[in-house]
């Protein structure tokens, strides 16, 4: 069975709209949210704790425990850090500043009695 010229524009025609609606769907489809300043900070924020807390805390972890970070807080240059080592729990207070990357630097910590 032999293609016609005329079968063959069909098909090309056919492809092209597929193409297009294709390409149509694409460019229309939902996009994933970019992350505020304040969610990439908040982040970039508890990243630093996880790391760090075990050498910023005045209390160190006791019976082989390890800290962790629970729950962080933060507004307009402060916040609050929940942190535990599965036997203590501790709260922190901590200021901090946002820095040209839209991450933030912590500049004071002090825990609360």
Do not use: C, W
């Not at 193409?19 to 970019?34: D, N, V």
């Not at 916040?79 to 922190?92: L, R, W």
């Amino acid at each position: 069975m032999r293609l016609r010229d005329s079968d063959i524009k069909g098909y090309a025609t056919a492809l092209a709209l597929l193409l297009a609606l294709a390409a149509l769907a694409y460019a229309f489809s939902p996009k994933a949210p970019q992350p505020t300043e304040e969610q990439v900070q908040a982040s970039s924020l508890f990243e630093y704790f996880q790391t760090n807390i075990s050498a910023l805390s005045p209390e160190k972890e006791v019976l082989g425990g390890k800290f962790i970070v629970t729950e962080i807080n933060m507004r307009d240059g402060e916040g609050t850090v929940f942190y535990e080592d599965g036997h203590n729990a501790f709260i922190g207070d901590f200021t901090y500043s946002a820095k040209r990357d839209g991450t933030a630097s912590v500049e004071t910590f002090t825990l609360r009695r």
